[in-house]
Every structure is written in structure tokens, then in C-alpha cells.
């Protein structure tokens, strides 16, 4: 079933992808009343150490062109992606609707590297809006098990206003049930005014295989 976001219904396939080279196919269509017309059309990853989006044609990056896009018309085009672990990927479209300039933006769409034990499902920031100065915060990672493992370790860190970027906690994790979640939380106090953001790494081994980023307004009580 196609998602859709006016003028454009879309969707992405196979959404389970094996490590290294892939091809991925985007299905696009126009679900507005008007032509669409010098459409240019990107993949893009959020997290590009993880994922890497070439295109069709080496050199090209992950662009495709086409010149017009007729109301309830059907494409399919085709990405090369690399894919050292797990990613989210987006699609960007910008062209002319009846002759104006638009921008298009997908929603963000998980692809999953089908050999990873496990994923950061939420990080979650346990407090109101804004925090208080000197006031403990606890932060809670949602980890979930997808196959047999072990050896996993969970990382949080944050980083102030003033840009230190320090490891709070580190967690082993030497079982993580498959198919359930498991909650780990830290704690940490903001000693400065502004913004922190709250990072959880989840590491097989060396290798990350996820990570989830929050962010939180600290101010005096």
C-alpha cells in the first residue's frame, strides 16, 4: 500500500536488505489533478556511515530526472545503496506544479540489514519540557532483540551547550531475548543553561548497528 503525501503517493521495496551492495526500487505516484514537470528526484540517507545511496549510473549520485509526471501516472526507479547496517532513508522531489516551483519530502523509511541482532526500537527523555538546572534526568533506551545474541553493548552519551560531548554510561548487555524489548536507563544532571542532546549507541561488537538521538532544554529552577 502506497503512503501518500499530497501531490505524491509512494513506496519503497525491499525494505529488509542484505550488508553491501543492494538495489532498491521507489515506487512513486501522482496522486494530485496537475502535470508535474522537471521533476529531480533523490534518495538520501540519514545516516550515511551506515548506508550509502549511488543511484543507477556511477558518478551520478542518487539523482533521477524526469520531465513530466502526469496525474495517476506509476513510475518505478531504482537505487543502488550500500549498506554497512541498518538505516532510514528519505526521498526529496523538487520540480514545477502547474509551472511554480515546489518542494517534495518523503517520510523517513526504515531499511533493515537482515543479519543484525538487535535495534534501539525509542530513547526516550523522562521529564517534562524543560529540565531544571541541578535536577537528576533519566534517559531510557528501548532495545529490541531480533535474532540469537550476545556480546551487545549499549552506550549513552550527552553533550552540553558548551559542545562537551561526554560517555555517561556503558551497559553490557549478554542477552537480549528475541522478538522482546528491554528497557536501560541513566541518569545525568544539567549544570548549564541550553540545549543537550542525548545520544544511545548500540554496538555488535565493534560495529554499530544503531543509534537514536533526543534533545532536551536544561534552564535554572
Same mark, same amino acid.
Given at each position: 500500500?502506497?503512503?501518500?503525501?499530497?501531490?505524491?503517493?509512494?513506496?519503497?521495496?525491499?525494505?529488509?536488505?542484505?550488508?553491501?551492495?543492494?538495489?532498491?526500487?521507489?515506487?512513486?505516484?501522482?496522486?494530485?489533478?496537475?502535470?508535474?514537470?522537471?521533476?529531480?528526484?533523490?534518495?538520501?540517507?540519514?545516516?550515511?556511515?551506515? #548506508?550509502?545511496?549511488?543511484?543507477?549510473?556511477? %558518478? $551520478?549520485?542518487? =539523482?533521477?530526472? +524526469? *520531465?513530466?509526471?502526469?496525474?495517476? /501516472?506509476?513510475?518505478?526507479?531504482?537505487?543502488?545503496?550500500?549498506?554497512?547496517?541498518?538505516?532510514?532513508?528519505?526521498?526529496?522531489?523538487?520540480?514545477?506544479?502547474?509551472?511554480?516551483?515546489?518542494?517534495?519530502?518523503?517520510?523517513?523509511?526504515?531499511?533493515?540489514?537482515?543479519?543484525?541482532?538487535?535495534?534501539?526500537?525509542?530513547?526516550?527523555?523522562?521529564?517534562?519540557?524543560?529540565?531544571?538546572?541541578?535536577?537528576? #534526568?533519566?534517559?531510557?533506551?528501548?532495545?529490541? %532483540? $531480533?535474532?540469537? =545474541?550476545?556480546? +551487545? *553493548?549499549?552506550?549513552?552519551?550527552? /553533550?552540553?551547550?558548551?559542545?562537551?560531548?561526554?560517555?555517561?554510561?556503558?551497559?553490557?548487555?549478554?542477552?537480549?531475548?528475541?522478538?522482546?524489548?528491554?528497557?536501560?536507563?541513566?541518569?545525568?544532571?544539567?549544570?548549564?543553561?541550553?540545549?543537550?542532546?542525548?545520544?544511545?549507541?548500540?554496538?555488535?561488537?565493534?560495529?554499530?548497528?544503531?543509534?537514536?538521538?533526543?534533545?532536551?532544554?536544561?534552564?535554572?529552577?
Amino acid at each position: 500500500m502506497l503512503k501518500k503525501k499530497y501531490p505524491i503517493g509512494y513506496d519503497l521495496k525491499p525494505t529488509e536488505i542484505e550488508k553491501g551492495t543492494n538495489w532498491i526500487s521507489l515506487l512513486l505516484k501522482n496522486i494530485g489533478s496537475s502535470t508535474l514537470q522537471s521533476l529531480e528526484i533523490q534518495e538520501h540517507s540519514v545516516d550515511t556511515y551506515n #548506508l550509502q545511496t549511488f543511484g543507477t549510473f556511477y %558518478g $551520478l549520485g542518487s =539523482n533521477h530526472c +524526469l *520531465k513530466e509526471f502526469k496525474p495517476d /501516472e506509476e513510475i518505478k526507479l531504482d537505487f543502488k545503496i550500500n549498506a554497512l547496517g541498518s538505516a532510514d532513508v528519505y526521498v526529496t522531489i523538487r520540480g514545477l506544479n502547474d509551472e511554480k516551483y515546489f518542494w517534495w519530502e518523503s517520510s523517513r523509511m526504515n531499511l533493515h540489514v537482515s543479519d543484525e541482532k538487535a535495534r534501539i526500537d525509542r530513547l526516550l527523555v523522562l521529564s517534562n519540557p524543560y529540565a531544571a538546572i541541578g535536577n537528576p #534526568l533519566s534517559a531510557e533506551a528501548v532495545v529490541k %532483540g $531480533l535474532k540469537e =545474541n550476545g556480546g +551487545l *553493548k549499549l552506550e549513552f552519551w550527552v /553533550e552540553s551547550p558548551s559542545r562537551t560531548d561526554e560517555k555517561q554510561a556503558t551497559i553490557d548487555i549478554l542477552a537480549l531475548p528475541v522478538g522482546k524489548e528491554v528497557s536501560y536507563t541513566f541518569e545525568f544532571t544539567p549544570k548549564e543553561t541550553g540545549l543537550y542532546t542525548i545520544s544511545a549507541y548500540l554496538y555488535d561488537g565493534w560495529r554499530r548497528i544503531g543509534y537514536k538521538t533526543e534533545t532536551i532544554y536544561a534552564q535554572k529552577p
